[in-house]
């Protein structure tokens, strides 16, 4: 599988970073994503009764020893925009005027952000481009020219946890 297939292929992601590292080289963009699972070894405590009922069958949702991490790099962004996930738009049906391919990293041919930068931006050199991380607590709209690179990284020497 590709890097991109792998990584739609995961359930969950984690925001792990997002930079401009490139200062000689304007507006490139890497974002690193960790994937997450449902850690059924662990579960929810409370010390309130009334909140562990409710969670009582609960376990967290984190990255776990095996897990993968995915870097994608901009070489040129036209703008991007982080926001957090409850109010962000990331319905897997979309809104009725969206339309987009994938599941965690998505293609849009049609969305109100490429409408924003539509008129909020001029002077393209190339049909901007939409694309979208649906990651656990953030989602991340990049608005470019081209595709991002797409790797699958080596994971770090301890775990992350999101505890």
Not at 75 to 94: I, K, P, Q
């Amino acid at each position: 599988m590709t890097a991109l297939e792998q990584l739609n292929a995961t359930k969950y992601v984690y925001l792990r970073e997002i930079s401009e590292p490139d200062k000689q080289t304007f507006n490139n963009l890497r974002v690193i994503v960790e994937e997450a699972v449902v850690n059924y070894g662990e579960s929810f405590h409370s010390d309130r009764p009334e909140i562990q009922a409710v969670f009582k069958d609960a376990h967290p949702i984190e990255s776990v020893a095996g897990c993968k991490r995915f870097r994608l790099f901009w070489t040129h962004y036209v703008g991007y925009l982080v926001t957090e996930e409850s109010v962000g738009s990331s319905a897997r049906n979309g809104y009725a005027d969206e339309q987009f391919t994938g599941s965690i990293f998505r293609t849009y041919t049609k969305s109100n952000f490429l409408d924003h930068i539509a008129r909020n931006t001029g002077g393209h050199i190339h049909d901007v481009q939409h694309f979208k991380l649906v990651c656990l607590d953030h989602l991340i709209d990049v608005a470019s020219y081209y595709a991002p690179q797409i790797e699958v990284i080596d994971s770090p020497a301890e775990t992350l946890s999101t505890k």
